[in-house]
């Protein structure tokens, strides 16, 4: 390498942390007046990591469901209008990471199931939706 080159890994690195992306609300700036979707997956697993809910040593159903519902009613408290949309193709998304393959993964997944029943005979006023995948026609209608 020549003396005073960089890495490429290095250049990426310093362009990197030249870059300063705006900050958006996107509650405060558009989810109020705009209809928009949550990928469930993505909206249980993140719940349930913030939530610290524990599936390897049991099964803390109640827990899981009462972390979703939590956010789903903050959102719901700032006049937001949104649905919620899972995907068959996708359920392995709200599988963490170390769980894949293990025994409690199957709790995520049968987690997925009841959360999608739950919510969709639930008091709080959301439309759940489960869709095959992104790409199919409903998706596209629903779109």
Wanted: hydrophobic share 40%.
């Amino acid at each position: 390498m020549e003396p005073g080159k960089k890495l490429p890994e290095e250049v990426l690195l310093d362009w990197y942390a030249d870059q300063h992306p705006p900050t958006v609300d996107i509650i405060g700036d558009f989810a109020g007046r705009e209809l928009f979707a949550i990928q469930g997956e993505a909206l249980m697993r993140y719940c349930l990591a913030k939530a610290k809910v524990d599936f390897d040593g049991g099964f803390q159903l109640l827990h899981a469901i009462h972390a979703v519902e939590k956010f789903l009613s903050s959102l719901k408290k700032r006049d937001c209008s949104f649905d919620v949309v899972f995907f068959q193709d996708l359920e392995d998304i709200c599988v963490p990471d170390g769980a894949t393959g293990s025994n409690y993964a199957s709790k995520y997944l049968l987690a997925r199931r009841i959360l999608i029943q739950h919510l969709s005979r639930s008091d709080i006023d959301i439309k759940v939706l489960e869709l095959g995948s992104f790409e199919s026609g409903e998706c596209s209608d629903y779109l």
